[in-house]
DNA sequence: GTCTATAATAAGATAGAC
DNA sequence: GTCTATCTTATTATAGAC
């Protein structure tokens, strides 16, 4: 009698909701990446948390712990979410320009569609990078890039269409400054400006203008 | 007898702290900048604001009424530093790439020197600029950057050493995008690719880099 | 104008039933 | 594994003396 085999016709409007660790946990991953975003790890309310989620705050606590710890998860997410798209980009088979730009394009919508990465590595900063150093996941996963765009520099100076002794690391600042800074500080630069950076034909205009002014810079 | 023209000999240990209302406020927010830039908004605690203060807790809400409203004008202080200083250029004068250069090397440097004012705006992005919105006096400050590179844009034009059209907001943001992320990015980008940013030779490095790059892209 | 002490509340974390 | 109710601490804000 103590075995769960009762009750099929009490709770209704409870359909489909046995236990179901995996989706729990997703769910509230889902929700704190939500509320971290929109807040940082300060801001973020772990009452707010147990709000966007199907479940109860005490399940935060069962599967994470910590709110720091959640924090930490969700930073990973993110992070490792990258490292996944950007792999199958094949750099190495295609002609050096085409290679820049292809980096540029693919960077530049990447940030465009992920909000909540470029917001998180904001709050990250703020908190002086503490939790990615701490994190031997993060550190190790981010030289796939240098080494593609290392690749396409090396192979351009040869052929003589790009300068000699560029490198992988600064270009790939330069990249990463403009395509994370037209999210990071939309806006305050928004407001100021008087900008709207969901425009889409601004957005078109930018992307081609950091194309061009990678490109510019790597010309031999 | 209730005026204060007693005890002078009372306390040697208080000497010279009479009341001083706007050394007060100012020492005030002076603490509260250094707390909000290293925690945010949500981050920041008023008691480790009154406790890097040569005051009490008391006297923040005497004189700021609230945390909030204390952000608000640590914000308006921040931002209205740059205006102050930028307005010196005298851009107008100029060969026009050595206008280029100039600004770029002036905004490299001034996003160099206070990262306070790079950190705070971080966090206003992370609020969603919901202050910076609020705030008349800053949102009327920002546009002589503007038209002074307008100026400058035109002029080498006019003279065939720079590209037709270009926009002043375009060469703007990216100016901006390069030295704010320098910025606002060390502690995540220094981690992920052992780059250390207070290097005083890789400081050059990308300051140079940022007017060469700049160049390239406004020239015809 | 300034201080110490304290109220009021918000938020992270947990107990214990089911 | 999940829920509701609650404990505990930290934090914003204020009272009231001087």
Redesign the interface.
Known sequence: MTTMNEAPAAAPTRKGRKNNPEKTRENILQAAIAEFV??????ARVDAIAERTQTSKRMIYYYFNSKEQLYIEVLEKLYGDIRNTESNMHLDEIAPEEGIRRLVEFTFDHHDRNVDFV?I?????????QF??QSAA??SM??TV?TALDGILRRGAEQGLFRQGLKA??V???I???C???V??????????E?DFDDPALKA??RE?FV??LL??VRA
Chains 1, 2 share one sequence.
């Open positions: 929109s807040g940082g790890l300060a801001g917001r590595v904001c709050n990250e900063n703020i908190n002086h990078g990615v150093k993060i550190r981010n030289n240098l690391i600064d790939h600042m330069m990463s400054a403009f994370f800074y037209r990071s500080n939309r806006h305050t630069f928004g407001a100021l400006f900008v205009h930018h203008m061009d002014t510019r810079f």
